[in-house]
């Protein structure tokens, strides 16, 4: 028999990551209503912009020039692998709410942002632009951002996690 608070961490983590799912086809849906391909709307002058642009590569626009026409293929193909083994992470740590658990939510939920953009548009919507000085942060999106946070979430967990394992041996 399963123990009912098993199903409810589970819950949890699905849910936040649908939250995260939302606030990014949302956030997306507005900028391309509200703003027109290639524009931006500044919103602190040299510093950060809101834009609309569409990036047919993976984070921080990697393989955007390439000339394959599998690219957007194999990005989809890559998130479907991607979100199988962090929902199969998740469904096995539904034991315990967990910073392990709550980085692999922020991960799916973003991950499944941008490929309902890949799979719908063929491109990801980006909007938040950054510059510091004349460097210009490649845009991004509240996905991006949700899977960049819990891949160093992630990373620390596992880090700290062994770190305090190996203090208490």
């Known amino acids: ?16 990551a649908m939250i995260v799912l939302m606030l990014d086809q949302a956030t997306k849906s507005l900028v391309a209503r509200n703003l027109p391909l290639h524009d931006t709307v500044t919103v602190i002058p040299g510093f950060f912009s ?12 990697l393989f955007a020039d390439s000339a394959s026409r599998y690219t957007t293929a194999g990005l ?8 199988s ?12 709410f967990t910073a392990g658990g709550l980085a692999l939510a922020l991960i ?10 890949r799979i719908r548009l063929g491109s990801v ?3 938040l632009m950054f510059n510091i000085g004349s460097y210009h942060w490649p845009d991004f999106n509240i996905a991006d951002s949700a899977i960049v946070l819990g891949s160093l979430l992630l990373i620390s967990d596992l880090f700290f996690h062994q ?4 203090t208490r041996s």
């Open 50 to 61: 809101i834009s609309h642009v569409l990036n047919p590569g993976a984070a921080f626009s």
């Open 163 to 166: 770190e305090a394992a190996e």
């Open 85 to 96: 083994v962090v929902s199969t992470l998740l469904w096995r740590s539904g034991h315990a």
């Open 125 to 127: 919507i980006d909007f």
């Open 108 to 117: 799916m939920g973003g991950a499944l942002g941008n490929l309902l953009d």
């Open 1 to 16: 028999m399963q123990d009912p608070s098993q199903s409810t961490f589970r819950r949890y983590y699905f849910v936040i």
């Open 76 to 83: 989809i193909f890559f998130s479907v692998v991607v979100l």
